[in-house]
């Protein structure tokens, strides 16, 4: 029998496959980023999208090299729901796997975890942080390619096409989600 974690069991479940600081760090980030998105989108399911947050790179610190592939067994192996694995190993579409983000939920998370990557490295640049940062000021950053190289425009690109929004539309939604 499958089931949906919480999302505090999805924590605990991060924590069993990752040990950096930074990983653990990302799944909560992108965790808070999708339930603040699912309040406005969906607020009967925050928890769900709060788990599915928190799950999406379940694997990528052990098999960087398989992410998502991974995700998909050791999900399947703790029993979790198959629309819980559908939605975390989905936001590697293109990447590293074919499954494709269907639902709205999917194609957020999709969308912004490069973007939140983006949004915490503009942050660590600040005196200030995220408090006071515009939507500018993060454009002017995603639009210098040497700025946090390894988050990938394209993709922030293809999530809010996904999404039916600007890319201004999608950082500022994502700021706000961060700053919640």
């Known amino acids: 029998m499958s089931y949906i974690p919480t999302p505090e069991q999805a924590e605990e479940l991060v924590k069993l496959y990752n040990k950096e600081a930074f990983h653990i760090q990302h ?11 699912a309040k406005e989108y969906d607020p009967e399911n925050v928890d769900f999208w709060r788990t599915v947050g928190m799950l999406h790179d379940i694997d ?16 399947k192996e703790l029993d979790v729901d198959e629309d819980v ?14 499954v494709e983000p269907t639902k709205y939920m999917e194609k957020v998370l999709f ?10 490295a503009a942050a660590l640049m600040r ?3 995220m408090e006071g940062m515009e939507v ?14 390894g988050c ?13 929004m600007e890319i201004n539309e999608l950082v ?8 919640a």
């Open 27 to 37: 799944a909560e980030t992108v965790s808070k980023v999708m339930g603040e998105f």
């Open 60 to 75: 990528f610190e052990l098999y960087p090299e398989q992410h998502c592939v991974k995700a998909q067994e050791l999900l």
């Open 85 to 98: 694995i559908h939605a975390v190993v989905s936001h590697g579409y293109g990447i590293c796997i074919d």
């Open 111 to 120: 969308a912004t975890d490069e973007l939140t990557g983006l949004i915490g």
């Open 127 to 129: 005196p200030t942080g």
């Open 136 to 149: 500018k000021s993060v454009m002017k950053k995603f639009k210098d390619k040497k700025f946090a190289a």
């Open 152 to 164: 990938s425009r394209d993709v922030i690109r293809q999530g809010a096409e996904m999404l039916g």
């Open 172 to 179: 500022g939604k994502t700021l706000d989600a961060m700053r």
